[in-house]
DNA sequence: CAGTGAGCGAGCTTCCGCTTGACTT
């Protein structure tokens, strides 16, 4: 008997059918060892050592001291009792760092030694797995180590940083290389909201009375360009070296009753053909975005989802960052779309997706129909599985559809010293739009005549419309879990878990399906910004991987790079930093948050008090300040169903001043304040 | 005399990434 050893039980179950009899497949479920989490996973053997607890020797050269994986002991003794029967072994963990780790450590707990049979495969297939089982090669240990390094850093990082916010921000408990990373970008985003000053401008429409008629908007007034949203900065100024013209309400009007006497004739009439190439198949963050947006369900959801779609055998591996598709799949895929379109719809050769993201792995294919490509209807699926695996299917064969053609038309006209504009955009031909269509739709975009220079029309139905300028919008959850692939920070398999730690430790909330910093989050955000500026630097990750990858090829050393990053920067770092809470002031308002004592406080008028539960920064207005100074704040505004959907994690509680008790109290309050009515409002009943 | 509560001190929290069930609520 030969034993072959994957990470996923729903692998080793298709990997059994294609070697047959003579084979033994079994999973070992992602890793097996790993660093002690706490002193109660210390081995005997080391307890007491001043290094134990974190696990990593710093001083013998950064040597890790390595511990079975909580609940893995069953595992690990059933691939044991295969292995003293197997003739050979073969490792065959995901063909990346990880897994490259993962074959070690097993090669270690089963005494395999220097026989280690380590086998690497791009697609699961019968072909591919008998070739691979063919051309074993050793362990290679420059890529274990590029592992073991990444995760010595996230060690040191973590439990270094960690400890300081503890003794210097009220309420913090966590950082790390990820989340803290992440974390910045929605603080900045958040910072960015709350400091902006919204400028005013004026819109001006009118129907121009052609055959059928259109809507053409105000562009310039002798020549001068009219304000609009992008003519402002953040500061609500006219941007610099910018000559617009701003309306005020009167001559808003004034520009409506003259319109309203106009002709306009036709100046200009331009005709672009516009080409859009379908969106690649589906990777864990797209996947997550286009659910997020289309299906309005949660990163955690879709996981939930996808992974059972997984298990049931639907969907191919579900955490990937490549969008490729085998060759098996591109076959079944176009045979999908000529069976429901016609072979007209198929381009003539498939089309081949790479990734883009300089840090992906590519260890798996891109997320799609697993098998046959069951139509949806044919699959028995219902409610959201179903509505994913269509989202899925559909996206798969519209990426091997023909591109979408139209043609784009812009009009200029001129009304006596007015200037307008009108834009329309055609679809020739529907392409993979016929199954998948990802476009947002375009307020301007109308259906336009044909019109000839020189015509004249006449205008009516003028209207002005005072507008706004608005802030940066804030992310969702599928936005920013590509806003994490694309800074590359954190792992498919990790960008859910992210969001969630984020969401638990009250850094962050969900309100109606944005993401929100908490007043928390943003004192952690700024202390760490000042204090351990590596750790919120997004190109920290980026710079990691580019180390990463000179260890893997022996370029340079685990110990040179973790004195470089980690002696000389980050525990000097940690070592400098004040241990004073930190304090951020509220844009436009006399008001600066504090953490101090565990809590966070509001501090304004000469007085602070404890900012209540489900406060985030967006509702601080000069009322609400006094409210929460009075202790009398009820809770956002109702106005636009705001506070209902606000969603926090019932575990979050902020670390409480004594032990166990304050803990027990906190988690229930919560559990009433937000849990109960969070679930309910949370997804559209169809 | 028993029960309550304030006050004090000790010990602990934490990272990222790879995988699923087995547990509650």
Known sequence: MKLLIVESPAKAKKIQG?????????????????????????????????????????????????????GKSKTIQ???????????????ADPDREGESIAWHLSVLLGLGKNAQRITYQEITQAALRKAVEQPRPIDFRLVAAQETRRALDRLAGYGVSPLLWA???????????????????????????????AGYWRV????????????VVVAVRDTPL?????????????AGLNVMQLDAVKAEQLVTYLNRQQASVQQVEVTPVTRKPPAPFTTSTLQQAANARLKLGAAEVTKLAQSLYEGGFLTYIRTDSPALSDEALQLAREAVATRFGRDALPPSPRQYATRNANAQEAHEAIRPAGKFLPPADTGLAGDELALYTLVYERTLASQMRDALGEKTSIVLQAGVVTLAASGTRLLEKGFTALYDDTEKDEEDQVLPTLTVGAAFPLSNAKAEEKRSTPPARHTEGKFVQLMEKAGIGRPSTYGNTLDTLLKRGYIAVRNRQLHVTPLGLLIAGYLLKQVPQLVDVKFTATMEADLDRIAEGALTRTAYLDAVWKEQLAPAIDRAARTPPRVQVPHLPAVFEARAGQVYLNAQGRAAPVPEGLLPEDLTEQAVGEVLAGTWKGPRKGRASGADTRQRAESGKQATGGKRGGEGRTSTRKRASGTQARTTRRKTS
């Open 227 to 239: 304000a609009t949203a992008a003519s402002f900065d953040a500061q609500g100024q006219v941007k």
């Open 18 to 70: 294609y070697l047959g009899a003579g084979w033994k497949v079994l999973a070992c479920l992602g890793h097996v060892r790993d660093l002690p989490a706490s002193k109660e996973d210390v081995p005997d053997k080391h307890k007491g050592l001043p290094w134990a607890r974190l696990g990593i020797n710093v001083e013998e050269g950064y040597a890790p001291l390595y511990v079975t994986r909580k």
């Open 205 to 216: 429409t009118a129907r121009v009375g052609s055959q059928p008629p259109f809507q053409a």
């Open 168 to 198: 210097s921000v009220g309420g913090a408990q966590s950082a790390g290389r990820v989340q803290s990373a992440a974390l910045m970008l929605l603080a900045q985003r958040e910072q960015a909201r709350l400091a902006f000053v919204p």
């Open 78 to 92: 059933e691939l044991k009792a295969a292995a003293k029967r197997a003739e050979q072994v073969f490792l065959a």
